[in-house]
């Protein structure tokens, strides 16, 4: 089965690089040449179901309503690939349980000790936190909360989880596609930290907001005016104007997802160094 939502999602098997056999060593046959494949789909069956955790801070749980829209693939994914431990909505639990994965959605109320308690909680309690979301990536709309309204007037600044705690990945988007959420996990399963990469740079890009465009890409003459930033908008902030993006702040929910979107924004530069002998 996990072999079938791997070629679903267009992610087969990748074995670590330790795992990875030498160039040297591969045998040219056809039939050789199938039998490793499927020593590696063997590999990663036969791994122990990683256990996660979802933690609902403040946020309005479309994250985890974008986790059940993978329809073709859901049932398996969360019993077959999966062990889900905690998680409000998901399981009836009240103790943090040690797990691998724990999916945090939303953004840290800084005057709402149960929200603090439970993330410090989970922090030493899991392997890898993820900060599941643009609430809890880089605050999104809980940026502009000021307090004053009831039933907690006091509850005024929310900051994203990794101004907390340690965040080892980041799933940005308001919210993330049911794609790359199922991606990021069989991903997580395999090890496969190409595909990680930019989740994991993405960690340390919490102060997001639409005019990132105009100063990291079309002030560093960057912009090919594809336009990708105004289609992935959620709000509809974004808009073209002679080839090159405009953004409407009054309507910028600040999830960062324009800039992310941008297929100029993420530019290893490191890794084209070391691949280049630069
Ligand atoms: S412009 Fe749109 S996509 Fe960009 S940060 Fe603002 S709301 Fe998000
Ligand atoms: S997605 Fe990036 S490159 Fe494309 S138009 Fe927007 S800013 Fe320019």
Redesign the pocket.
Known sequence: MLARIKRFLGMEAKPKEDEKVPVEKKVPTEEKKVASEEEVEKVAEEKPKPRIGYIHLSGCTGDVMSLSENYDILAPLLTEMVDIVYGQTLVDRWDIPEMDIALIEGSVCLQDEHSLHELKEVREKAGLVVAFGSCAATGCFTRYSRGGQQAQPAHESFVPVADVVKVDLAIPG?PPSPEIIAKTVVAVINGDMDYLQPMMDLVGYTE???C??QLKVVNQALCIACGT?AM????R??SMTAGRPE?NSD?????????IQCPRSWWPMERIKKDTGL
């Open positions: 308001c997001a907001c639409g990132d465009l930033c992935s908008c959620p709000t902030a974004v953004v309507r910028c929910v600040k999830c960062g997802v324009c800039y």
